[in-house]
């Protein structure tokens, strides 16, 4: 019998192994510094569900990176296509300027994102690319299909990055990423389980500066009894619905530090936990590199040693 070494729930023969230890890539950046890379459906996914901690990264030298998976070009009530599509764009480099991150957005229509094999390379060769220490995306019981399959894709990817034949034209990953996957509130086949929690409320006003440079997604469609004619002409109007939309939105990054208060506990203490009002959670993925306690405290500079 073979020997064989353990990758997450796979194995691999030693000819490969030794084919990724030679490559060398991968391994943690000489420089220190973290890479993460996150993949949301829609140009505001990402930043929705991680631009706290994005910034949070960015602000102590590590490289954070958006990847919207779809360009957006339905997500509006009135307008479509191209022209939307540039504007969503325009405006996720907008919030990755306020974040102090980088980002891309790929040329998938929006709600036609399907799980191919172009896309799992796709996916596999970005995270390559980036030599991520961590990945973060969708759960993949999420209620939109494009959550859902984004959430896929990045799973599928999650294995291949390390293998050195499928997209060989960029190095494999010597060293497995940490896979995570961000908050949502659906409840089955399994709630999402909050497993790293993080307190915002330093960066929350960047974040809620972020929701309002996506003008088309958040003013004109997204949430809250969206205008049917798209942001008021007057004054007051516009005033009106940018606070309606700021104060929703406030209220949903503090839902996430009311939901997992006993786990903020844990990574805080419970004194401090008490008093953080707004944060953003995520969910450890059973696929890549499984971290300990203390390694995620590694990968999350900004939580406290204890
Ligand atoms: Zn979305």
Request: net charge neutral.
């Amino acid at each position: 019998m073979t020997s064989v070494t353990r990758v997450g729930k796979h194995r691999l023969a030693p000819a490969l192994v030794a084919a990724l230890m030679v490559t060398g890539a991968g391994a943690a950046a000489a420089d220190g510094k973290l890479r993460i890379i996150t993949f949301g459906a829609h140009p505001d996914d990402c930043e929705l569900v991680a631009g706290g901690v994005a910034t949070k990264w960015a602000a102590l030298g590590h490289k954070f990176k958006c990847v919207s998976v779809t360009n957006g070009d339905i997500g509006h009530a009135v307008i479509a296509g191209g022209p939307l599509a540039l504007r969503r764009r325009a405006e996720s480099q907008r919030a990755a300027r306020i974040l102090g991150i980088e980002t891309e957005v790929l040329d998938n229509h929006d709600g036609e994102l399907m799980v191919t094999l172009e896309n799992r390379r796709k996916i596999a060769r970005l995270i390559r690319d980036w030599q991520a220490d961590v990945v973060i995306s969708h759960r993949p019981n999420d209620y939109h299909p494009d959550h859902r399959y984004t959430g896929v894709l990045v799973m599928d990817a999650a294995y291949m990055v390390q293998v050195p034949f499928f997209t060989p034209e960029v190095p494999p990953l010597a060293r497995n990423p940490v896979f995570l996957f961000s908050e949502d509130g659906f409840q089955k086949p399994n709630p999402f389980s909050g497993d790293i929690v993080v307190g915002i409320d330093d960066v929350v006003d960047k974040k809620l500066a972020v929701v309002e440079a996506m003008e088309s997604q958040f003013y004109e469609g997204g949430c809250c009894d969206v205008p049917a004619a798209g942001m008021p002409p007057d004054a007051a109007g516009k005033e009106a619905r940018r606070k309606q939309v700021h104060d929703f939105f406030a209220s949903h990054f503090a839902a996430t530090a009311n939901r997992f208060r006993s786990r903020l506990a844990e990574w805080y203490g419970a004194e401090r936990a008490a008093g953080i009002k707004y944060a953003e959670a995520f969910e450890v993925c059973e696929y890549g590199r499984q971290p300990t306690k203390e390694e995620i405290r590694q990968l999350f500079p900004f939580l406290p040693a204890r």
